[in-house]
């Protein structure tokens, strides 16, 4: 828990009339013409079922990538960029916040893993403060598939595709849903929501479930 904070007719052959003479004669087809002599069925090819497109294969994805502080954080859909700083846990074990002057920088739990590396690794910001929209004010408007990006001191990038958001109330917020390992390199993104108290402040935390999906070379 942080404390603060969608057709041709039918071909019925050649009919004949007898003339005064006895003879035959070819009678008129209904429209003025010899009809035609049927069509062999070679004449009609039959239509083939178009190929199907073939799926394009997938990139596996990346193995975890050695310890590197995070420096900067982006999410594309929000057009948003920010410097992150490393910060320790808050007295009470909690990951702690940016200071409260500081309202668009992101606090990284430095204890932990860094962005990209084994384990879930931690991104805290301000939703608001007492001058303003902070930021982490929309990452609850984020969906499944958008990308969050952080670059390291390495000078790599790493890319976390979102898989959810969610929001929990501070009263019951589950610690190893949120901050456990799952086996891959994961991010969160944290900050606070629900409904505001001008003593309490806010109820709720939201937070951005992500996981590494590819790496990039700045």
Known sequence: MVQGCDNGSPDHGTATASGADGKTSPRPSP??????????????????AAAK??????????????????TKLAIPALSLQAPVVALPLDPAGHPGTPPIDK??????????????????????????????????????????????????????????????????????????????????PELRLITCGGRFDKKAGYAANVVVFAHLTSVRQA
Do not use: C
Not at 54 to 69: D, E, I, M, V, W
Not at 125 to 154: E, K, Y
């Open 103 to 184: 309202p668009k920088l992101v606090g990284w739990h430095g204890d932990g893993p860094t962005p990209g590396e084994a384990g879930t690794a931690l991104a805290v910001g301000h939703r608001d403060t007492l001058t303003g929209p902070a930021v982490f004010l929309n990452i609850s408007m984020l969906r499944a598939g958008n990308t969050v990006q952080v670059t390291r001191a390495d000078r790599r990038t790493a890319v976390f595709t979102v898989d959810a958001v969610r929001t929990y109330q501070k009263t019951s917020f589950p610690d190893k849903e949120v901050y456990g390992e799952r086996g891959r």
């Open 53 to 70: 497109p073939r799926a394009k294969p997938t990139a596996p994805p990346p193995g975890p990538l050695p310890r590197s502080p995070a």
């Open 31 to 48: 429209t003025g013409r010899a009809m035609e002599e049927p069509r062999s069925p070679a004449a009609h090819p039959r239509p083939t």
